[in-house]
């Protein structure tokens, strides 16, 4: 189906603040050809992102972050989340200068290459945003610490992590961050050509 397969009758913006939500009256085409009845639809408007999972394939290690996420104050586990490195993607940016920005800003550290792994919705039942996924070259000999922007109170610390460990945490749920686990099966099964690409 096309763009002219939806209607929309009216936009309505509710809130507008750290975030934009915007409401919508609608209606779509359906599969047997008839319309849709109108519907309401709230929408969440975050904006796009560039996520990237660094990997030194000399040491065969990876690096998460973790920090406090507010959605997660429900998890058995508590608000702290293992993550790969990420932020949203400004109007003159490309996702790769996001990739290797937010690497620096996020891990200390840099991004020597990128091998592009997936576009894709986050959750297009209610919200607009679209990530683009990395594997990212790193050298994790001196990594660690916190970091993060202090502008923007990240408090952020880094976690140099062997591959075998990694595949551990991720079997076992303690990953349980949906990019992070996207890029991880991805490097599972591509690990062997990365190093090879990567010349090691």
């Not at 406090?68 to 932020?87: H, K, M, Y």
């Not at 790769?96 to 800003?105: D, H, L, P, T």
């Not at 997936?118 to 990212?136: D, M």
């Not at 591959?163 to 099964?189: E, H, M, P, R, V």
């Amino acid at each position: 189906m096309a763009r002219t397969d939806v209607e929309i009758f009216e936009k309505t913006l509710c809130f507008e603040g750290f975030f934009r939500l915007e409401s919508y009256r609608l209606r779509h085409r359906l599969f047997n050809g008839d319309w849709s009845p109108l519907l309401v639809r709230e929408l969440f408007e975050r904006g796009n992102a560039a996520a990237v999972l660094p990997y030194d394939p000399v040491r065969d290690e990876i690096i998460l972050i973790e920090q406090f996420r507010v959605g997660a104050l429900s998890a058995t586990d508590g608000p702290w989340l293992l993550e790969i490195v990420a932020g949203m993607i400004e109007s003159s940016e490309t996702a790769e200068q996001v990739a290797k920005r937010e690497s620096i800003e996020e891990a200390g550290c840099t991004i020597t290459d990128l091998i592009p792994l997936y576009h894709y919705f986050v959750s297009p039942g209610g919200t607009t945003e679209h990530l683009a996924l990395f594997c990212g070259r790193v050298d994790a000999t001196n990594a660690g610490g916190i970091h993060g922007a202090a502008e923007e109170n990240e408090d952020i610390k880094v976690h140099v992590i062997p591959f075998n460990s990694a595949l551990t945490l991720l079997t076992t749920g303690k990953i349980n961050s949906a990019s992070a686990i996207i890029a991880l099966q991805w490097l599972i099964l591509n690990r062997e050509q990365v190093r090879a690409r990567w010349s090691v």
